[in-house]
Structures are given as structure tokens and as C-alpha cells.
């Protein structure tokens, strides 16, 4: 899982808010020493830079991501924030809960909904479909899309350990597709990565532009870090990369 990972020898702040935190001994892992890019963080090889694009939705993403997940050149969630400028990234800490998310969850404007599995019976009662999405759309409210964003045990204790979640409903992402990410291995090809995640939920409430955006994006970004990590150039752009040339223009 951090094969690739690239740490700051001291991260005394972090990287989703800025504010200070403990120092970190130094990381090192294989790859901690390639060329990447400062703008897509991927080996300059083949930057994703060039395939970069936007895309509007009615629905939005907030990430509540690991903070051992920031730091990881292959963490997708970055993914979702270049392609969906409003998308929020939120640090998780157990005991210390991020003021500006509390304040965003009390905004009457949003209506938030946890992404996470169905598989447990105590929290049955809050769990509710992709319909409620197009309620919320209904009266007025921007549905907002909370994606616990780290490995499937972190997810899991975010969701656990997290009583400002305590009250959301909760949504199951009931799909039949399977990962096509390559850079880490899941324990089923049924686990999704983050930003897989987001173009199903995106897709399933209607923001399809959205979703195939974000999808191509992925795409990209799949390839790419691939061929860098067989030290391979890539000749010629990918269909998905194509699609999104097309969209700068």
C-alpha cells in the first residue's frame, strides 16, 4: 500500500488546513526519491498535468480523508478536488474535530449523507437511498457526498469514531462495477477507490457530465502512474486522455 508513498522528512502542519500539528519521524519508501511534478504529483515522466479539467455538479464532495492518506501519490481523492473545484478536504482526528467541517454540517444550505455500507445493524434506521439525494435536490438543499477517504479499516474507524456523523444518513453505493485501479490492490474487486467511488455517486444522482469527467480523469491518472512505474514513457494519449483534451478546448 505505501510503496510509492513520498513523505516530508517533517510535516509540522497539516496538509488539508494548515494548522500545526505533532511532527513526524522521517518516511522513506521506495519511490520517495523520483522527479514528480509539484502540480499533479505524479513522476514527471508522464505528468497528468496536461489532462487537467473541471466540471460543474449539482451534487458536492467532502472528503474526510486519513491524514496518513495525504501524503500518498497514489490517493485518488485529490483526484476529485482538481476536476470538482468545490470540493472540500477535511483531516481526520480522532479527538480533535475539524471546526470549519462541524460548521459546513450545521449550514441549512447542504444536505449531507455519509457514504458507507449497509452491512451493520445498528445503524440501520439511518440508511437511506439514492433517492433521498433527489429529495434533497427537491427542497432546495445541495445534496453533499461525505467520503471517508483512507484503506477500508480506516474508513471504518472514521465512521466508528466520529460523533458529528452520529445523525447523518447514511448511503450504501450500490453498484455492480468493479475497480479498474491499479496501483494498489484491494481486497475485492468490488472495493472501489475514492475517486471510483465519486463518479458512481455522481452518476447514480444525475450529474453524469460530471461523473464521466471525473472518470476520464481517473483514467488518466491510472495509466499514467502505471507506465511511470515500469519507468515506461507514454507515447501516445489514451482515449480517456484524448476526451479530456477535447474538454480544454
Known amino acids: 500500500m505505501l510503496d510509492d508513498t ?11 488546513t494548515g494548522h500545526s500539528r505533532p511532527p513526524r519521524r522521517e518516511f ?9 511534478c509539484p502540480g499533479c504529483h505524479l513522476p514527471e515522466l508522464n505528468c497528468l498535468c496536461p489532462y487537467r479539467v473541471t466540471a460543474e455538479s449539482a451534487a458536492r464532495v467532502w472528503l474526510l480523508t486519513h491524514p496518513l492518506e495525504h501524503h500518498k501519490p497514489t490517493n485518488t481523492g485529490r483526484l476529485i478536488r482538481d476536476v470538482l473545484p ?9 479527538t480533535v474535530p475539524d471546526e470549519r467541517l462541524l460548521a459546513l454540517l450545521d449550514d441549512p444550505r447542504f444536505s449531507p449523507f455519509v457514504i458507507f455500507p449497509d452491512d451493520q445493524p445498528d445503524y440501520a434506521d439511518r440508511v437511506v437511498g439514492v433517492d433521498a439525494v433527489a429529495g434533497a435536490k427537491r ?12 484503506t477500508w479499516r480506516q474508513a471504518r474507524r472514521i465512521f466508528r469514531k466520529s460523533p458529528y456523523l452520529d445523525d447523518l444518513p447514511v448511503l450504501p453505493l ?14 475485492s474487486a468490488a472495493h472501489l477507490c475514492t475517486a471510483e467511488v465519486a463518479a458512481e455517486l455522481l452518476r447514480q444522482s444525475g450529474d453524469t457530465a460530471a461523473a464521466d469527467t471525473l472518470d476520464d480523469y ?17 507515447e501516445a494519449p489514451t482515449a480517456a486522455m484524448k476526451r479530456l483534451v477535447e474538454c480544454r478546448r
Open 6 to 16: 513520498r513523505h516530508d522528512a517533517v510535516i509540522d502542519h497539516d496538509p488539508a
Open 218 to 234: 481517473f483514467d488518466a491518472f491510472n495509466d499514467s502512474y502505471a507506465a511511470s512505474r515500469r519507468f515506461e514513457k507514454l
Open 28 to 36: 522513506k519508501a521506495r519511490g520517495s526519491f523520483v522527479a514528480r
Open 139 to 150: 427542497e432546495g438543499r445541495i445534496p453533499v457526498f461525505i467520503i471517508l477517504d483512507g
Open 86 to 94: 468545490d470540493t472540500e478536504v477535511f483531516t481526520w482526528y480522532r
Open 174 to 187: 450500490a453498484t455492480e462495477r468493479l475497480t479498474r485501479y491499479r496501483l494498489r490492490k484491494p481486497a
